[in-house]
C-alpha cells in the first residue's frame, strides 16, 4: 500500500536500510503520516519484521488521538517510551480504571520518558501538535495478544471514545490546578 493512503494505514514502512540514521528528516515522515490519518496518529517501525524480538519505532501523535487503555500482559512486554518532539500525557491505571499515575512527558524536560513494566494498564495522549516518541518494546509483534485492552475502556471507534479522552483530559487538569493550590 502507498504511502499516499496513509490515512487508512495504522504503520508505515520500516526503512530498510541496515543502519537507519534517527533523523529529523525520518521524524518528520512520521509526522506527516499522523496528521494524514483518520487516527491522528501513526507507526514509524525502525525494526525490519514484525517477527524481530526488539522492537523500535516512532509513534508520531496528534491532539485528540485515542488510544484505549491497555497493557502488554500475555506475553508480558516491558516498554520504553520516550517523547523526542513535543508532549504528552501518560497515565497508568489500576485493574478497576482508577488512575494510579498522570505525569507530563516532554521532549528536552527533565521527565521526557518512561519504562514501565509488563502487565501495567497505561496510555497516552498527546498535548501538542506533531508530538513524537520513540518506543522500544519485546517483539514479536501478534495483532492477537500484542495488547490487552480494558475492558472498562471504550475501543478506539467507539463513539464514548472522545468523552473518555476528554475526562482524561480534565483529569489532568484537575491535578494540575490542585498542584498550583
Given at each position: 500500500m502507498?504511502?499516499?493512503?496513509?490515512?487508512?494505514r495504522?504503520?508505515?514502512d520500516?526503512?530498510t536500510?541496515?543502519?537507519?540514521?534517527?533523523t529529523a528528516e525520518?521524524?518528520d515522515?512520521a509526522v506527516?503520516g499522523?496528521?494524514?490519518?483518520?487516527?491522528?496518529?501513526?507507526?514509524?517501525p525502525l525494526?525490519?519484521?514484525?517477527?524481530?524480538?526488539?522492537?523500535?519505532?516512532?509513534n508520531?501523535l496528534?491532539?485528540?488521538?485515542y488510544?484505549q487503555?491497555?497493557?502488554?500482559a500475555?506475553?508480558?512486554k516491558?516498554?520504553?517510551?520516550?517523547v523526542?518532539?513535543?508532549?504528552?500525557?501518560?497515565?497508568?491505571?489500576?485493574?478497576?480504571?482508577?488512575?494510579?499515575?498522570?505525569?507530563d512527558l516532554?521532549?528536552g524536560?527533565d521527565?521526557?520518558?518512561?519504562?514501565?513494566?509488563?502487565?501495567?494498564?497505561h496510555?497516552?495522549f498527546a498535548l501538542?501538535?506533531?508530538t513524537?516518541?520513540?518506543?522500544?518494546?519485546?517483539?514479536p509483534?501478534?495483532?492477537?495478544?500484542?495488547?490487552d485492552?480494558?475492558?472498562?475502556a471504550p475501543?478506539?471507534g467507539?463513539v464514548?471514545?472522545?468523552?473518555?479522552?476528554?475526562?482524561?483530559?480534565l483529569?489532568?487538569?484537575?491535578?494540575r490546578?490542585?498542584?498550583d493550590?
Open positions: 502507498a504511502e499516499s493512503h496513509a490515512k487508512f495504522r504503520a508505515l520500516a526503512p536500510t541496515p543502519v537507519t540514521l534517527m525520518l521524524m515522515r506527516e499522523s496528521r494524514q490519518s483518520d487516527r491522528r496518529r501513526i507507526i514509524l525494526h525490519k519484521s514484525a517477527d524481530d524480538v526488539l522492537h523500535r519505532m516512532f508520531a496528534q491532539p485528540g488521538t488510544i487503555p491497555h497493557r502488554h500475555l506475553p508480558p516491558a516498554e520504553c517510551i520516550l523526542v518532539r513535543g508532549s504528552l500525557c501518560f497515565v497508568t491505571f489500576d485493574a478497576a480504571g482508577e488512575i494510579t499515575m498522570m505525569t516532554a521532549a524536560s521527565v521526557p520518558g518512561v519504562d514501565l513494566e509488563a502487565g501495567v494498564f496510555t497516552f501538542e501538535p506533531d513524537v516518541v520513540f518506543e522500544v518494546k519485546s517483539g509483534y501478534l495483532a492477537t495478544n500484542d495488547k485492552f480494558a475492558a472498562w475501543r478506539e467507539d464514548l471514545a472522545e468523552q473518555y479522552l476528554q475526562q482524561l483530559q483529569a489532568r487538569q484537575d491535578r490546578a490542585s498542584k493550590q
